[in-house]
């Protein structure tokens, strides 16, 4: 059967031209056919522009394939119970088992029975459907585009379905396994084994059918002793079961879960060597192990800024860079030498000219010392002689990247700044980095890889950098942001009627403007009499004033918090305005953030405007001047401060736990 023969026939009137019963590998037969496809397929096209299918597609290949799956249901799928040519009855092809072709077929007397179709006579029938419809196949399928063929139906390309010759995996991928007094073979080894088997029997049986008297697969059964077995009284019940049993072996060496029914123990076919976490590419290929590279559990650090990441210093003593000689460094390079690979920061090696390394022995302070003095030898006798390179530690300032499993999108791996903590063992990771990484502190694992050149370097540091990742490439919407004890120590901090002394107010500015090498602007107190204080708002408004370049525009922001307003105030008594002005809901209460120039003058910081959230305060800094990292880590040194304030209950707190406790 055709497979145009669902079609309507008044597709196939060409332009003056032959139907397709006639010549149909002529020239101008083939551009009809093209045009006429075109215009078939134009009638789904129109359907995706009026948006009725397929409007969510972002891509040519989603439409295409779209495209072809509509065609195939209105067209090909659509299958009535007699042929339209020869009104004869169509009948169900079922696969069964994975291992034959069944369908009904009547005999003499009419009556249906099913039979199975070979496979050889499976493909002569694809080898006629791609002759009468290779036009519309090949622009369905692009595996069937084959330009040339034999047209003596000798080959055809519909012969990609068939397995001829069956590849085998070399043996060094299928290894012997066992103990010290026995040994086995793989599981895929065995499998290819009683394919080979399989191959045997069939062409006994097909040597017992030549010497048959007839001709025909009807030995019996005292004539073929030998060959029949398992139940079988005939040679054709033993060919067809023998070429059943080859069929499922073939289809577990590709694909094991093709066995419905179990007949083989083998659990490994080339497809489960390749998929999921234990085939070989995400296992050996995607997952191998690198070199200068570490891998430990990740702890939170408010103290480090949002760039760095914390190294152990057992890790640091392990990973190094190959750093040539120059008259800059050469000070730094001796001592690093001298201090030996046991001493951070120290060495592991020196790397001559030639390119010869000398590992350094870490036990021999004088051959150390030596070493050290000749760093600035040449190595070789020429005009321009190649620098020796000193294998040193890493150290604070050095760039890495680092990763977290999985990795879903460009962010995964970001570059950090290395700060060396001796005494602890895991890496030390800033809260704002969380969401980035999707990484928690409850035992996930980080990997850290070191460039080795300053080409690596240079990238790391100018593309790779955290303070470039701000903005997520999939919508534009923010990354980083400060969470947990800075959200309560913010709303502690910024409320309304929190005031501190001039030293509290000095030192919270102080501690979140450390890096400031310039003079701090400072703001006049708030409060007067009874004592000079300073509000909280004043403590964020001073650092707003101080990060933000004096060339640029001053912050300029209104937003919302997502704590209520009578939450923060104290008896919820609201506060009346008195100069004949009506507020309307949450205006110029603590529940509205309000900042002009670059000063906190009403509202709380809260997740708001903390986080990682759309057009937030953070937000804003980092368009206005991609000042986003100085703002997270001057808010966060502000937020450490104030919590460890907060838990200061002081003498008369402490008495009064004692005596609860008691």
Known sequence: MDLLDNLDPDIFKLKGGPTPEKDGMAIDIEEELDEVLMTTLGISLDKIQTHSVGANNRCMAAHRNQLIDEFAREHISKRGKKCKRCTGNLHAVKLEHNVRLLTKRADGSGKLSNVSISVQEARDHLRKIYQNDKHYLSKLYGMLDKPKYNEDMESSPMDQFFIELLPVIPSR?????????????????????????????????????????????????????????????????????????????????????????????????????????????????????????????ISPDPYINSDQIGIPDIIAKKLTYPEPVTNHNIHELRQAVKNGPDVHPGAV????????????????????????????????????????????????????????????????????????????????????????????????????????????????????????????PKDGTPLGGLIQDHMIAGLHMTVRGRFFTWSQYQQLVFAALTDKSCEIQLLPPSMIKPALLWSGKQVVSTVLLNIIPKHKQLLNFVGKTKVKDKVVMANNITRKCEVGVTTIGNEMTEAEVIIRQGELLCGVLDKENYVSTPYGMVHCCYEADKKRQALIKNASKLGAEATARALDVGDEGNKRRNGRCL
């Open 173 to 297: 991928f299928r290894p012997v396994s066992g103990g010290a007094d026995s040994n086995f073979s793989n599981a895929e080894s065995l499998g290819l084994a009683h394919i080979i088997q399989t191959c045997n029997t069939l062409r006994e049986i097909a040597r017992a059918v030549k010497k048959s008297n007839n001709g025909t697969t009807t030995g019996t059964v005292n004539e073929n002793n030998n060959i029949l077995g398992g139940g079988e009284s005939t040679l054709a019940e033993k060919l067809q079961r023998t070429w059943y049993e080859l069929q499922t072996a073939i289809n577990c060496t590709v694909d094991s879960d093709l066995d419905k029914l179990n007949r083989f123990n083998q659990k490994k076919g080339v497809k489960q060597t390749l998929e999921r976490k234990e085939g070989i590419f995400r296992k050996f290929m995607m997952g191998k192990r690198v070199n200068y590279a570490a891998r430990s559990v």
């Open 349 to 472: 090696a020196v790397e001559e000219g030639h390119g010869k390394i000398r590992r350094l022995n870490s036990s021999n302070q004088t051959s150390r010392d030596a070493m050290a003095n000749r760093l600035m030898a040449p190595s070789d006798v020429s005009d321009m002689p190649t620098p020796k390179k000193v294998h040193r530690h890493i150290r604070n300032g050095d760039i890495v990247l680092l990763n977290r499993q999985p990795t879903l999108h460009k962010p995964s791996i970001m570059a950090h700044k290395v700060r060396i903590l001796s005494g602890e063992k895991t890496l030390r990771l800033h809260y704002s980095a969380c969401k980035t990484y999707n990484a928690d502190f409850d035992g996930d694992e980080m990997n850290v890889h070191f460039p080795q050149n300053e080409m690596g370097r240079a990238e790391a540091t100018m593309i790779a950098n955290t303070s470039e990742q701000y903005l997520v």
